[in-house]
Structures are given as structure tokens and as C-alpha cells.
């Protein structure tokens, strides 16, 4: 017995459908994948760092970005909708396109149960392909645990982690600070 091939499309025709689409899917090589809704804690955490980050960068170069805008990894094979994302300077959007940004400095994504493995896997690999890109950050919405990865002098990712209620996030390229207890303010742990 035969297998049916799957039908890949093209980012263009990708690009093209989620123009006019009801709802936002990722794509990666090929293949479209649906973006669900998210709970209580993963909206609640999205918002919290939003508001604090719209205050720290009112008055700067930067620009913070909730989920509705795209990220192009990769022209050809790959783009995703973070959960928030900082810009910073001048925005560099994809070919023709307004909805879609190509220099982003920080990437925040929030974890859930079906999503970490591929958050912290290969969407990270295809990530730190974006020369841009000095942050990448994961957040556990089931306890305090927030996992930084950054670029340090020598272009090296390193990680560290936050794990108690008292701690404070440092993301040195955008000279921000962002405690925990801010992040998960009124998320139900």
C-alpha cells in the first residue's frame, strides 16, 4: 500500500493565504500548522510582559510586538508568530509586507505542554539562524521558570535560568529588567 504525498505549498502561497485567513498558522518547510487558542495563564503572561515592556520602551528606538505579528526565519522555509517580540531601530519587514518582520531582537515564546519540545528544539536551531537575534526567551506558564538564552560577546548562546518569585530577568540588549512577580502576576501556578 501506498502512502498519499502530502501537498506542500510554497511560502508565497502561504504569505498569500494568511493574508485573508480567519486564523494564524505557522509554516515550516512546506507545511501550514494552525495556531490554537491559548489558556488563562499563557494570555495572562503574554500581557504581563507586554504592559511592562510598553512602558520600558515608550521613550526608546524599541518596539514590542504581541502575537499578531509574524517573524520571517527563513524567506523560503519558516515563519512563526511569537509570543512577543522586541524590535529595535528600523524594522525590516519581508518583501511587500507590513505583517511580517525580519530583525527582531528578542523573542519571548511561552511554553505549553505540546509546544515546548518544538520551542525549545528546532524553532530555537531555525532562530538563531536570525543574525538579529541577541535574546531568546522561554517562560513556563505552569510554575516560575523562565529559561534565557542570550548571545554574549564571543556570538555564543548562553542559558540562564529563573526558577524562584524574587527574580529578576535582565535582557542586556534592550537594558531591561522584568521580575518575575511582574511576569507572573495573577497567573494561576
Not at 485573508?20 to 518547510?29: G, N, Q
Not at 499578531?68 to 515563519?79: F, R
Not at 511569537?82 to 519571548?108: H, M, Y
Not at 505549553?112 to 528544539?121: A, F, L, Q, V
Request: aromatic share 14%; glycine share 4%; charged share 25%.
Amino acid at each position: 500500500m501506498t502512502l498519499a504525498k502530502k501537498k506542500l505549498i510554497s511560502s508565497e502561497e502561504y504569505l498569500d493565504m494568511e493574508q485573508y485567513s480567519e486564523y494564524k498558522s505557522e509554516y515550516f518547510h512546506g507545511e501550514i500548522f494552525a495556531m490554537t487558542g491559548a489558556s488563562f495563564n499563557h494570555n495572562l503572561i503574554a500581557w504581563n510582559i507586554a504592559a511592562s515592556l510598553h512602558g520600558s520602551l515608550n521613550h526608546s528606538a524599541c518596539f514590542a510586538f504581541i502575537g499578531d505579528m509574524k517573524i520571517q526565519v527563513d524567506k523560503e522555509n519558516h515563519y512563526t508568530y511569537p509570543d512577543v517580540s522586541i524590535v529595535c531601530g528600523d524594522i525590516e519587514f519581508a518583501d511587500g509586507r507590513d505583517d511580517t518582520i525580519k530583525n527582531p531582537i528578542v523573542i519571548f515564546e511561552i511554553l505549553s505542554h505540546s509546544t515546548k519540545d518544538y520551542d525549545r528544539g528546532s524553532k530555537f536551531t531555525a532562530y538563531r539562524n536570525i543574525r538579529s537575534l541577541k535574546d531568546y526567551i522561554l517562560i513556563d506558564q505552569y510554575a516560575y521558570h523562565i529559561e534565557q538564552f542570550y548571545k554574549n560577546e564571543k556570538e555564543n548562546w548562553v542559558l540562564e535560568e529563573f526558577k524562584n518569585s524574587d527574580d529578576t530577568l535582565r535582557i542586556k540588549s534592550v537594558n531591561i529588567e522584568l521580575s518575575l512577580m511582574t511576569i507572573y502576576d495573577r497567573v494561576k501556578l
